[in-house]
């Protein structure tokens, strides 16, 4: 899809072409398998948290604070393939 | 250039017919359409006076340098110089889009640096540019990837006196 093409659908409200864009983007191509690496980067973040965990609320609280929305989207997207890759299940051809 | 070779409209001709129609179901709006003509620029002397640099859209890049940006929605429109005397164990790959394995074994087979420096000392090429230049494919927006990536390496290589350049997509 062309940016414009994303563009457009942004300025139209079209969330559905924008999801679908992001689940090729995460699927290689595969609108299926895409949907299901979202689920599966999900319930892989879940994972660590089931035994309440101390975790860096304060780092989290003061990048969502400090960063601009951008920086933390692009995060945002290094997350989803974190999690993926630590699921041990790389759909991927290559490598990060 | 043929028109087969050129035209991206599906009324054009093209290599494999219906290629364009497949892309632009799964990616709409994706395909370029360049309606300009760029010709071919002939080898004005004997290749084996001719300055190569190699173009690449492997995701090769020299150890410590920024990694691709692999996971952008939108694309990395950044460029690596790679020493065309690097060694191989100093390279490695940022890229998701193709597979790697065998490249990681033998970055030669989608990098062949080692195969062009043989191609320079057996007098078949002039010689090798300082630096090769390499990026990633994934590039949504081809108008910002004309005016800034392919831009700033067509200066860089220009700059470093190549006489002819072997590009290769990954």
């Known amino acids: 899809m062309s940016l414009q093409y994303l563009k457009d659908a942004v300025a139209a ?84 | 250039m043929t028109e087969a070779s050129s035209g991206s409209g599906s009324g054009r001709g093209q290599l494999r017919p219906g290629l364009w129609d ?9 395909m370029i359409d360049k309606m300009d003509f ?15 640099v190699f173009v690449s859209t492997s995701g090769v890049q020299p150890k410590g340098t920024m990694p691709f940006d692999t996971v952008h929605p939108v694309g990395d429109y950044s460029f690596r110089r790679v020493p065309s005397s690097a060694r191989p164990e100093d390279l490695e790959i940022h890229q998701i889009k193709y597979p790697t394995m065998g490249a990681n074994r033998d970055i030669n087979v989608i990098f062949p640096i080692e195969r062009l420096r043989e191609l320079a000392d057996e007098g078949v090429i002039g010689g090798l540019t300082e630096n090769f230049y390499t990026f990633i494919g994934y590039n949504m927006d081809p108008e910002r990837l004309e005016r800034t990536l392919a831009a700033e390496i067509a200066t860089a290589v220009s700059e470093e006196g190549a006489d002819i350049a072997l590009a290769a997509p990954a």
């Open chain 1, 13 to 96: 409200g079209d969330r559905e072409k924008l999801i679908r864009y992001v689940r090729l983007h995460f699927g290689d191509g595969n609108e299926e398998v895409g949907r299901k690496e979202i689920d599966k980067a999900w319930s892989e973040a879940l994972k660590p948290l089931l035994d309440v965990p101390p975790t860096d609320r304060e780092f989290i609280l003061e990048t969502i604070r400090t960063r601009d929305a951008a920086t933390l989207a692009h995060l945002y997207f290094h997350l989803h393939f974190y999690f993926v890759q630590r699921s041990g299940e790389w759909i991927h051809d290559g490598s990060l």
């Open chain 2, 22 to 30: 497949t892309v632009n179901e799964r990616y709409p709006g994706s």
């Open chain 2, 38 to 52: 760029v010709p071919l620029a002939p080898v004005r002397k004997p290749l084996s006076e001719c300055r190569l």
